[in-house]
């Protein structure tokens, strides 16, 4: 018989996340994920009583761990607006991570398009904590991975070096007054990709950001924010993905029961429109946010940040 080559794959496998432990209501699932691979997505699918339903219905919040160091920190309903964000309506009980963002290959003209992917060679855990909602009655998750065994590097020598161009995720809360409020306490340790927002009542009016005295970013009203980034693709309600209307005049359109309900970002600043990380904001000294609020509530910034390692 002739010998059978065992060749090694180069290209992206997929396949099941085995030993999500502790899916119980109320509590702490968790998962230790292999190391010494590269992922480049993660997908968990959440029934309750063996029926699809909202992932944020089943876990509300998802934390991941490398080495024990908090790399995301974000709540569900954050992780679906992120997707409609870019244009991706999940699947009903679907709660995709993306790492290497499959909306973005396309934006990425000078750079690979993997270049977010998480590389875990070498690295000792990457755990990944879901909270498990404790209205939920039999919840269950499963999951998928996609991976390859490549490295991040920027050459084929032996002295090449690991290039990490991970993105974290982390939100941040304040008490806002009906009027402009100023925040400087968000972190600037790291290149800032983008600051995501929501309020928990009435709307965000105006946004100005000031990068150590320069002015950065500044919108007089909402719908200049949403016209600034509505034209790289982002979206911020439903019309940026239906633009057209019956004859007899506008409607809201029933999403399929097979899809999550679309939910979107009160405001933004999103510094790589064009998906080139090296366009991150960086900043020496202080980073100064003026949010208008027109109700006093509390506005929350989820914040992507690109630490170039897997730091906090």
């Not at 992120?82 to 993306?98: A, M, S």
């Not at 998750?141 to 995720?169: C, H, K, Y």
């Amino acid at each position: 018989m002739p010998r059978l080559l065992q060749l090694r794959n180069k290209g992206r496998q997929v396949d099941q996340i085995n030993g999500i432990n502790g899916v119980a209501v109320g509590g702490t699932a968790s998962v230790n994920m292999p190391t010494n691979q590269r992922y480049h997505r993660l997908t968990f699918y959440c029934t309750d009583g063996g029926v699809a339903v909202a992932a944020a219905n089943v876990i509300t919040h998802v934390r991941l761990l490398v080495g024990g160091v908090v790399i995301r920190d974000i709540d569900t309903v954050d992780i679906m607006k992120l997707c409609n964000l870019n244009g991706y309506i999940p699947r009903l009980g679907e709660l995709p991570i993306f790492f290497t963002e499959p909306f973005l290959t396309g934006g990425q003209i000078n750079e690979p398009s993997d270049v977010t992917s998480w590389d875990m060679w070498g690295q000792t855990t990457f755990q990944v904590q879901l909270t498990i909602s404790g209205g939920a009655t039999t919840p269950a998750v499963t999951g998928w991975m996609e991976f390859d065994f490549a490295e991040n590097l920027d050459s084929d020598g032996p002295n090449a070096n690991r290039i990490l161009q991970i993105v974290s995720q982390k939100a941040f809360s304040y008490p806002t007054a009906a009027a402009q409020n100023t925040i400087t306490t968000q972190p600037i340790n790291f290149p800032i990709r983008r600051i995501l927002m929501k309020v928990a009542a009435g709307t965000i009016t105006q946004i100005q950001a000031k990068q150590d005295g320069n002015i950065i970013a500044n919108f007089q009203t909402l719908e200049q924010m949403k016209q600034c980034y509505r034209q790289y693709g982002f979206r911020f309600q439903q019309e940026d993905f239906i633009q057209f209307q019956n004859a007899t005049g506008p409607a809201p359109l029933a999403v399929y029961p097979t899809l999550e309900t679309p939910s979107y970002f009160s405001g933004a600043l999103i510094f790589d429109v064009d998906a080139r990380l090296w366009k991150d904001l960086k900043v020496a000294q202080n980073l100064i946010l003026y949010i208008t609020t027109s109700d006093a509530t509390t506005l929350t910034l989820i914040q992507e940040s690109v630490p170039n390692a897997y730091a906090s």
